[in-house]
Protein backbone atom coordinates (compact mmCIF):
# COMPACT_ATOMS: atom_id res chain seq x y z
CA UNK A 1 0.00 0.00 0.00
CA UNK A 2 2.83 2.26 0.91
CA UNK A 3 3.37 2.62 -2.89
CA UNK A 4 0.32 3.75 -3.67
CA UNK A 5 1.36 7.34 -1.79
CA UNK A 6 1.70 9.20 -4.86
CA UNK A 7 2.27 13.39 -5.07
CA UNK A 8 -1.08 15.12 -4.99
CA UNK A 9 -1.74 16.97 -8.21
CA UNK A 10 -5.36 17.76 -9.63
CA UNK A 11 -5.96 14.70 -10.92
CA UNK A 12 -8.56 12.13 -10.12
CA UNK A 13 -8.57 10.39 -6.86
CA UNK A 14 -7.72 6.81 -7.94
CA UNK A 15 -6.45 6.31 -11.28
CA UNK A 16 -6.37 3.33 -13.29
CA UNK A 17 -3.11 3.77 -14.78
CA UNK A 18 -2.54 1.35 -18.21
CA UNK A 19 0.19 -1.15 -17.68
CA UNK A 20 1.67 -4.39 -19.50
CA UNK A 21 -0.93 -7.02 -19.02
CA UNK A 22 -3.45 -5.13 -17.08
CA UNK A 23 -3.40 -2.04 -14.69
CA UNK A 24 -2.11 -0.15 -12.55
CA UNK A 25 -4.09 1.06 -9.09
CA UNK A 26 -2.49 4.62 -8.22
CA UNK A 27 -4.11 7.17 -5.29
CA UNK A 28 -3.25 10.72 -5.59
CA UNK A 29 -2.97 11.25 -1.38
CA UNK A 30 -3.16 15.23 -0.56
CA UNK A 31 -1.03 15.46 2.52
CA UNK A 32 -3.22 15.44 4.85
CA UNK A 33 -4.38 12.12 3.46
CA UNK A 34 -0.83 11.07 3.16
CA UNK A 35 -0.27 11.71 6.99
CA UNK A 36 -3.20 9.62 7.83
CA UNK A 37 -2.23 6.79 5.82
CA UNK A 38 1.28 7.01 7.63
CA UNK A 39 0.11 7.61 11.13
CA UNK A 40 1.00 4.66 13.41
CA UNK A 41 -1.88 5.16 15.85
CA UNK A 42 -4.24 3.22 17.54
CA UNK A 43 -7.01 5.81 16.70
CA UNK A 44 -6.53 8.32 14.49
CA UNK A 45 -9.01 11.30 13.82
CA UNK A 46 -8.84 13.20 10.94
CA UNK A 47 -11.00 15.95 11.12
CA UNK A 48 -10.93 18.20 7.90
CA UNK A 49 -13.00 21.01 6.13
CA UNK A 50 -16.20 19.65 3.76
CA UNK A 51 -15.03 18.02 0.72
CA UNK A 52 -11.79 17.92 2.20
CA UNK A 53 -11.16 13.98 1.25
CA UNK A 54 -12.18 12.31 4.03
CA UNK A 55 -15.13 10.03 2.72
CA UNK A 56 -12.78 8.87 -0.25
CA UNK A 57 -9.95 8.10 1.42
CA UNK A 58 -11.67 5.63 4.42
CA UNK A 59 -12.28 2.93 1.87
CA UNK A 60 -8.18 3.11 1.23
CA UNK A 61 -7.30 3.00 4.93
CA UNK A 62 -9.24 -0.01 5.86
CA UNK A 63 -8.39 -1.85 3.15
CA UNK A 64 -4.39 -1.72 3.97
CA UNK A 65 -5.69 -2.57 7.41
CA UNK A 66 -6.91 -5.61 6.21
CA UNK A 67 -3.82 -6.52 3.75
CA UNK A 68 -2.25 -5.83 7.58
CA UNK A 69 -4.16 -7.41 10.24
CA UNK A 70 -5.37 -10.54 7.94
CA UNK A 71 -9.51 -12.29 7.62
CA UNK A 72 -12.00 -11.21 9.83
CA UNK A 73 -14.77 -8.55 10.50
CA UNK A 74 -14.04 -4.68 9.54
CA UNK A 75 -16.77 -1.91 10.94
CA UNK A 76 -17.93 1.12 9.05
CA UNK A 77 -19.54 3.40 10.70
CA UNK A 78 -22.04 6.53 9.28
CA UNK A 79 -23.39 8.78 11.50
CA UNK A 80 -26.72 8.02 9.96
CA UNK A 81 -28.37 5.48 7.61
CA UNK A 82 -29.39 8.10 4.92
CA UNK A 83 -25.65 9.01 5.05
CA UNK A 84 -24.34 5.61 4.99
CA UNK A 85 -26.19 4.62 1.71
CA UNK A 86 -25.61 8.74 0.01
CA UNK A 87 -21.69 8.82 0.67
CA UNK A 88 -20.52 5.86 2.56
CA UNK A 89 -21.63 2.81 1.19
CA UNK A 90 -20.82 4.03 -2.24
CA UNK A 91 -17.08 4.93 -1.82
CA UNK A 92 -16.51 1.26 0.09
CA UNK A 93 -18.20 -0.85 -2.95
CA UNK A 94 -16.30 1.29 -5.70
CA UNK A 95 -12.91 0.26 -3.90
CA UNK A 96 -13.78 -3.31 -2.69
CA UNK A 97 -16.06 -4.60 -5.03
CA UNK A 98 -15.96 -2.77 -8.06
CA UNK A 99 -11.81 -1.55 -8.46
CA UNK A 100 -10.24 -4.62 -6.33
CA UNK A 101 -13.15 -7.06 -6.75
CA UNK A 102 -12.27 -8.17 -3.35
CA UNK A 103 -15.64 -9.07 -2.58
CA UNK A 104 -19.39 -8.62 -3.19
CA UNK A 105 -22.09 -6.62 -1.27
CA UNK A 106 -25.24 -7.98 -0.13
CA UNK A 107 -27.88 -7.64 3.32
CA UNK A 108 -27.32 -11.05 4.91
CA UNK A 109 -30.31 -12.93 6.78
CA UNK A 110 -30.05 -10.62 9.68
CA UNK A 111 -30.53 -7.82 8.23
CA UNK A 112 -26.96 -6.52 8.24
CA UNK A 113 -24.98 -4.23 5.30
CA UNK A 114 -22.60 -6.27 4.24
CA UNK A 115 -19.18 -6.63 1.83
CA UNK A 116 -18.27 -10.32 1.84
CA UNK A 117 -15.00 -10.91 1.16
CA UNK A 118 -14.58 -13.56 -1.87
CA UNK A 119 -13.07 -16.52 -0.07
CA UNK A 120 -16.00 -16.22 2.63
CA UNK A 121 -13.39 -16.04 5.38
CA UNK A 122 -13.33 -11.50 5.94
CA UNK A 123 -16.71 -9.26 6.12
CA UNK A 124 -16.70 -5.34 6.33
CA UNK A 125 -20.31 -4.56 8.44
CA UNK A 126 -21.75 -1.52 7.90
CA UNK A 127 -23.78 0.43 10.63
CA UNK A 128 -25.62 3.52 11.90
CA UNK A 129 -24.48 5.43 14.72
CA UNK A 130 -28.05 5.51 15.46
CA UNK A 131 -28.33 1.69 15.49
CA UNK A 132 -25.29 0.72 16.88
CA UNK A 133 -26.91 -2.86 18.09
CA UNK A 134 -25.98 -3.88 14.42
CA UNK A 135 -21.81 -4.02 15.57
CA UNK A 136 -22.36 -5.77 19.11
CA UNK A 137 -21.67 -9.40 18.09
CA UNK A 138 -19.10 -8.58 15.71
CA UNK A 139 -15.21 -8.85 16.88
CA UNK A 140 -13.49 -6.69 14.58
CA UNK A 141 -10.25 -6.20 13.01
CA UNK A 142 -10.03 -2.34 12.48
CA UNK A 143 -13.13 0.04 12.17
CA UNK A 144 -13.65 3.49 10.11
CA UNK A 145 -16.39 6.02 11.64
CA UNK A 146 -17.69 8.46 8.97
CA UNK A 147 -18.79 11.89 10.55
CA UNK A 148 -18.11 10.93 13.80
CA UNK A 149 -18.24 14.30 15.00
CA UNK A 150 -22.74 14.90 14.41
CA UNK A 151 -24.88 14.95 17.13
CA UNK A 152 -25.96 11.71 16.73
CA UNK A 153 -23.12 10.07 17.45
CA UNK A 154 -23.35 9.55 21.35
CA UNK A 155 -20.19 8.75 23.35
CA UNK A 156 -21.70 5.24 24.29
CA UNK A 157 -21.09 3.87 20.74
CA UNK A 158 -17.95 5.10 20.82
CA UNK A 159 -17.27 2.92 23.75
CA UNK A 160 -19.20 -0.51 22.20
CA UNK A 161 -17.45 0.11 19.17
CA UNK A 162 -13.88 -0.01 21.60
CA UNK A 163 -15.17 -2.83 23.03
CA UNK A 164 -15.57 -4.66 19.29
CA UNK A 165 -11.71 -3.38 18.88
CA UNK A 166 -10.31 -4.35 22.28
CA UNK A 167 -9.96 -8.43 21.48
CA UNK A 168 -7.66 -7.59 18.94
CA UNK A 169 -6.53 -4.25 19.25
CA UNK A 170 -8.11 -3.26 16.50
CA UNK A 171 -7.33 0.43 14.90
CA UNK A 172 -10.07 2.81 14.16
CA UNK A 173 -10.12 5.81 11.95
CA UNK A 174 -12.44 8.65 11.91
CA UNK A 175 -12.66 11.09 9.24
CA UNK A 176 -15.38 13.83 10.04
CA UNK A 177 -16.14 17.30 9.67
CA UNK A 178 -16.54 19.33 13.11
CA UNK A 179 -20.17 20.27 13.85
CA UNK A 180 -20.06 20.80 17.91
CA UNK A 181 -17.81 20.48 20.94
CA UNK A 182 -18.14 16.88 22.82
CA UNK A 183 -17.19 13.09 23.10
CA UNK A 184 -14.80 13.18 20.03
CA UNK A 185 -13.16 16.34 21.22
CA UNK A 186 -12.47 15.35 24.97
CA UNK A 187 -12.00 11.85 24.40
CA UNK A 188 -9.80 11.76 20.98
CA UNK A 189 -9.11 14.85 20.21
CA UNK A 190 -7.96 16.06 23.74
CA UNK A 191 -5.98 12.91 24.40
CA UNK A 192 -4.33 13.15 21.02
CA UNK A 193 -3.16 16.81 21.99
CA UNK A 194 -2.42 15.86 25.44
CA UNK A 195 0.27 13.29 24.40
CA UNK A 196 -1.62 9.92 24.60
CA UNK A 197 0.39 8.16 22.09
CA UNK A 198 -2.50 5.54 21.14
CA UNK A 199 -4.11 8.96 19.60
CA UNK A 200 -3.41 11.27 16.61
CA UNK A 201 -5.14 14.13 15.13
CA UNK A 202 -4.92 15.05 11.27
CA UNK A 203 -6.46 18.38 10.63
CA UNK A 204 -6.77 19.91 7.93
CA UNK A 205 -8.53 22.85 5.17
CA UNK A 206 -11.10 21.65 2.43
CA UNK A 207 -8.80 23.78 0.11
CA UNK A 208 -6.20 20.85 1.06
CA UNK A 209 -7.97 18.91 -1.38
CA UNK A 210 -7.00 20.03 -4.56
CA UNK A 211 -10.38 19.61 -6.61
CA UNK A 212 -12.36 22.16 -4.05
CA UNK A 213 -12.53 25.51 -5.92
CA UNK A 214 -10.35 28.20 -3.85
CA UNK A 215 -13.52 30.51 -4.89
CA UNK A 216 -15.67 28.35 -2.86
CA UNK A 217 -13.19 28.42 0.43
CA UNK A 218 -12.89 32.16 0.08
CA UNK A 219 -16.10 32.35 -0.20
CA UNK A 220 -17.56 31.15 3.02
CA UNK A 221 -14.81 32.70 4.85
CA UNK A 222 -15.88 36.08 3.61
CA UNK A 223 -19.64 35.03 4.53
CA UNK A 224 -19.88 32.61 7.64
CA UNK A 225 -19.00 33.16 10.86
CA UNK A 226 -15.81 32.92 12.00
CA UNK A 227 -16.64 29.97 14.60
CA UNK A 228 -18.46 27.94 11.72
CA UNK A 229 -15.82 28.72 9.02
CA UNK A 230 -12.97 27.56 11.27
CA UNK A 231 -15.31 23.95 12.36
CA UNK A 232 -16.69 23.17 9.32
CA UNK A 233 -13.98 24.44 6.78
CA UNK A 234 -10.65 24.20 8.79
CA UNK A 235 -11.19 21.02 11.09
CA UNK A 236 -10.61 23.31 13.58
CA UNK A 237 -12.66 23.60 17.10
CA UNK A 238 -13.87 26.97 17.74
CA UNK A 239 -16.54 27.55 20.42
CA UNK A 240 -19.98 27.90 18.67
CA UNK A 241 -22.43 30.32 19.06
CA UNK A 242 -26.11 29.40 20.78
CA UNK A 243 -24.31 26.95 23.36
CA UNK A 244 -26.73 27.04 26.51
CA UNK A 245 -23.83 27.07 28.99
CA UNK A 246 -21.20 29.18 27.21
CA UNK A 247 -20.12 30.14 30.19
CA UNK A 248 -18.73 26.50 31.42
CA UNK A 249 -15.39 26.17 30.94
CA UNK A 250 -13.27 22.95 30.95
CA UNK A 251 -10.10 24.70 31.81
CA UNK A 252 -11.41 25.82 35.41
CA UNK A 253 -14.31 24.16 35.59
CA UNK A 254 -13.37 20.35 35.32
CA UNK A 255 -10.82 18.92 37.70
CA UNK A 256 -9.35 15.84 38.78
CA UNK A 257 -10.75 13.30 41.12
CA UNK A 258 -10.58 13.35 44.70
CA UNK A 259 -12.05 11.82 47.99
CA UNK A 260 -15.32 13.55 49.27
CA UNK A 261 -15.14 14.18 52.95
CA UNK A 262 -17.82 12.07 55.00
CA UNK A 263 -18.81 16.04 56.53
CA UNK A 264 -19.58 17.66 53.29
CA UNK A 265 -23.21 17.69 52.24
CA UNK A 266 -24.98 15.63 49.42
CA UNK A 267 -27.26 17.25 47.16
CA UNK A 268 -28.46 15.11 44.14
CA UNK A 269 -30.73 16.10 40.93
CA UNK A 270 -33.35 13.41 39.58
CA UNK A 271 -34.57 13.10 35.56
CA UNK A 272 -37.31 9.93 36.02
CA UNK A 273 -38.43 7.96 32.99
CA UNK A 274 -38.25 4.61 32.23
CA UNK A 275 -35.99 4.55 29.23
CA UNK A 276 -32.93 6.93 30.20
CA UNK A 277 -33.65 7.81 34.12
CA UNK A 278 -30.72 9.87 35.41
CA UNK A 279 -29.06 11.56 38.21
CA UNK A 280 -26.67 13.81 39.29
CA UNK A 281 -24.60 13.81 42.90
CA UNK A 282 -23.49 16.63 44.09
CA UNK A 283 -21.50 17.27 47.32
CA UNK A 284 -21.02 20.95 48.58
CA UNK A 285 -18.30 21.96 51.09
CA UNK A 286 -19.80 23.67 54.11
CA UNK A 287 -16.50 25.86 54.49
CA UNK A 288 -16.90 27.11 50.75
CA UNK A 289 -20.31 26.77 49.96
CA UNK A 290 -18.43 25.32 46.68
CA UNK A 291 -20.15 22.44 44.98
CA UNK A 292 -18.89 19.29 43.27
CA UNK A 293 -20.39 17.22 40.62
CA UNK A 294 -18.75 13.52 42.18
CA UNK A 295 -21.05 10.85 40.12
CA UNK A 296 -23.41 10.91 37.27
CA UNK A 297 -25.95 8.04 36.81
CA UNK A 298 -27.28 6.84 33.46
CA UNK A 299 -28.44 3.22 33.31
CA UNK A 300 -30.47 3.19 30.76
CA UNK A 301 -33.80 0.73 30.95
CA UNK A 302 -34.78 -2.08 32.52
CA UNK A 303 -34.19 -0.82 36.07
CA UNK A 304 -37.11 -1.04 38.71
CA UNK A 305 -37.20 2.30 41.25
CA UNK A 306 -36.05 -0.13 44.21
CA UNK A 307 -32.74 -1.21 41.69
CA UNK A 308 -32.05 2.59 41.41
CA UNK A 309 -32.90 3.45 44.86
CA UNK A 310 -30.09 0.87 45.72
CA UNK A 311 -27.72 2.16 43.30
CA UNK A 312 -28.53 5.43 44.76
CA UNK A 313 -27.90 4.42 48.57
CA UNK A 314 -24.63 2.47 47.11
CA UNK A 315 -23.04 5.94 46.03
CA UNK A 316 -24.13 7.74 49.03
CA UNK A 317 -23.05 5.36 51.93
CA UNK A 318 -21.73 6.93 54.80
CA UNK A 319 -22.25 10.36 53.55
CA UNK A 320 -24.94 13.13 54.69
CA UNK A 321 -28.04 13.59 52.10
CA UNK A 322 -29.27 16.62 52.54
CA UNK A 323 -31.81 16.65 49.59
CA UNK A 324 -33.16 15.15 46.29
CA UNK A 325 -34.89 16.75 44.09
CA UNK A 326 -36.54 16.13 40.75
CA UNK A 327 -39.09 15.52 38.43
CA UNK A 328 -41.87 17.66 36.73
CA UNK A 329 -44.29 19.79 38.54
CA UNK A 330 -47.50 18.75 37.43
CA UNK A 331 -47.23 15.01 35.93
CA UNK A 332 -44.52 13.45 37.76
CA UNK A 333 -45.34 13.29 41.16
CA UNK A 334 -46.85 9.59 41.49
CA UNK A 335 -42.91 8.41 40.36
CA UNK A 336 -42.03 10.74 43.76
CA UNK A 337 -44.53 9.42 45.80
CA UNK A 338 -42.84 6.18 44.18
CA UNK A 339 -39.66 6.57 45.18
CA UNK A 340 -40.25 7.98 48.65
CA UNK A 341 -42.09 4.16 49.21
CA UNK A 342 -38.66 2.92 49.03
CA UNK A 343 -37.00 5.09 51.54
CA UNK A 344 -35.39 8.01 49.15
CA UNK A 345 -37.44 11.07 49.03
CA UNK A 346 -37.58 13.27 46.06
CA UNK A 347 -38.93 16.62 46.05
CA UNK A 348 -39.93 18.87 44.07
CA UNK A 349 -37.70 21.40 42.18
CA UNK A 350 -37.93 24.95 43.54
CA UNK A 351 -38.68 26.27 40.19
CA UNK A 352 -41.51 24.93 38.65
CA UNK A 353 -40.15 26.66 34.85
CA UNK A 354 -37.48 24.87 33.16
CA UNK A 355 -36.29 28.14 31.97
CA UNK A 356 -35.89 29.64 35.18
CA UNK A 357 -33.95 26.30 36.42
CA UNK A 358 -31.46 26.54 33.44
CA UNK A 359 -31.12 30.39 34.27
CA UNK A 360 -29.93 29.86 38.05
CA UNK A 361 -27.48 27.04 36.64
CA UNK A 362 -26.36 29.52 33.93
CA UNK A 363 -25.60 31.75 36.96
CA UNK A 364 -23.91 29.38 39.26
CA UNK A 365 -21.80 28.29 36.09
CA UNK A 366 -20.79 32.06 35.93
CA UNK A 367 -19.24 32.84 39.30
CA UNK A 368 -17.61 29.00 38.55
CA UNK A 369 -19.25 28.00 41.72
CA UNK A 370 -19.47 24.11 40.30
CA UNK A 371 -17.12 21.77 40.10
CA UNK A 372 -16.82 18.53 37.94
CA UNK A 373 -14.87 15.38 38.39
CA UNK A 374 -12.83 14.91 34.95
CA UNK A 375 -14.30 11.35 34.74
CA UNK A 376 -18.06 12.89 34.62
CA UNK A 377 -17.69 12.34 30.46
CA UNK A 378 -21.28 11.68 29.98
CA UNK A 379 -22.05 14.95 31.82
CA UNK A 380 -19.39 16.91 30.17
CA UNK A 381 -20.18 15.86 27.02
CA UNK A 382 -24.18 17.60 27.44
CA UNK A 383 -22.74 20.63 29.15
CA UNK A 384 -20.68 21.24 26.22
CA UNK A 385 -22.83 20.56 23.22
CA UNK A 386 -26.56 21.29 25.02
CA UNK A 387 -27.44 24.38 22.38
CA UNK A 388 -30.17 26.52 21.66
CA UNK A 389 -31.37 25.92 17.93
CA UNK A 390 -29.74 28.46 15.19
CA UNK A 391 -31.47 30.32 12.49
CA UNK A 392 -31.06 30.68 8.57
CA UNK A 393 -28.19 33.72 9.84
CA UNK A 394 -26.81 30.81 12.06
CA UNK A 395 -28.08 33.08 15.28
CA UNK A 396 -29.87 31.49 18.28
CA UNK A 397 -33.17 31.05 19.12
CA UNK A 398 -34.97 30.75 22.45
CA UNK A 399 -35.54 27.18 21.32
CA UNK A 400 -33.78 24.33 22.87
CA UNK A 401 -31.79 21.81 20.66
CA UNK A 402 -32.34 17.93 21.66
CA UNK A 403 -33.06 19.03 24.65
CA UNK A 404 -35.10 15.92 25.48
CA UNK A 405 -31.98 13.86 25.20
CA UNK A 406 -30.35 15.74 27.90
CA UNK A 407 -31.13 13.47 30.90
CA UNK A 408 -27.87 14.44 32.96
CA UNK A 409 -28.35 17.89 32.90
CA UNK A 410 -32.20 17.71 33.69
CA UNK A 411 -31.08 16.36 36.95
CA UNK A 412 -28.51 19.28 37.30
CA UNK A 413 -31.26 21.87 37.12
CA UNK A 414 -33.64 20.01 39.00
CA UNK A 415 -31.09 20.30 42.37
CA UNK A 416 -28.94 23.16 41.32
CA UNK A 417 -31.84 25.56 40.78
CA UNK A 418 -32.80 25.17 44.66
CA UNK A 419 -29.69 27.47 45.48
CA UNK A 420 -28.87 31.45 44.76
CA UNK A 421 -26.06 31.05 42.73
CA UNK A 422 -24.46 34.84 44.10
CA UNK A 423 -24.16 33.15 47.55
CA UNK A 424 -25.10 28.72 47.13
CA UNK A 425 -27.38 29.09 50.07
CA UNK A 426 -30.13 26.38 49.94
CA UNK A 427 -33.92 27.68 49.87
CA UNK A 428 -33.90 31.18 48.75
CA UNK A 429 -34.78 32.52 45.16
CA UNK A 430 -32.26 34.42 43.06
CA UNK A 431 -32.98 36.75 40.02
CA UNK A 432 -30.53 36.25 37.34
CA UNK A 433 -30.45 37.55 33.46
CA UNK A 434 -30.73 35.87 30.92
CA UNK A 435 -27.69 34.37 29.00
CA UNK A 436 -25.52 36.56 26.77
CA UNK A 437 -24.30 35.01 23.13
CA UNK A 438 -21.48 35.22 21.69
CA UNK A 439 -22.00 35.70 18.09
CA UNK A 440 -19.18 35.98 15.21
Given amino acids: MEDLVTEARVKPYRELVPMKGGY???????????????????????????????????????????????????????????????????????????????????????????????????????????????????????????????????????????????????????????????????EVYDRAVGGDKDYEVIQFDSIENPMFPPEEYQRAKRDLPRWRFDMFYRGRYSRPVGLVFDNFSEEEDVIDRFEIPKTWFIYVGHDFGSANPAAMFYAQDPATSQFYAFQEYLPGPGRSVYEHVQEFTRITKGMNVIQRSGGNWTTEEEIRQAYTAQGWHISKPKWKDPQQQYEHVYAMNALHKVKVFRDLRGYIDQKTTFSYELDERFQPTDKYDDEASMHLLAGERYILSNFVPETAVAGIGARVSKPKWRVG
Fill in 24 to 186: DLRINFHAGQEKAMRSVARFIAVLAGTQGGKTCFEPDWLYREICQKGEGDYIVLSATFPLLGLKVLPEFQGLFCDILRWGVYKDDRMGNRIIQSNHDKSRIIFASATNPEAIESATAKGAVWDEAGQKQCKQGVWEALQRRLSLNKGRCLFGTTLYQLGWLKT
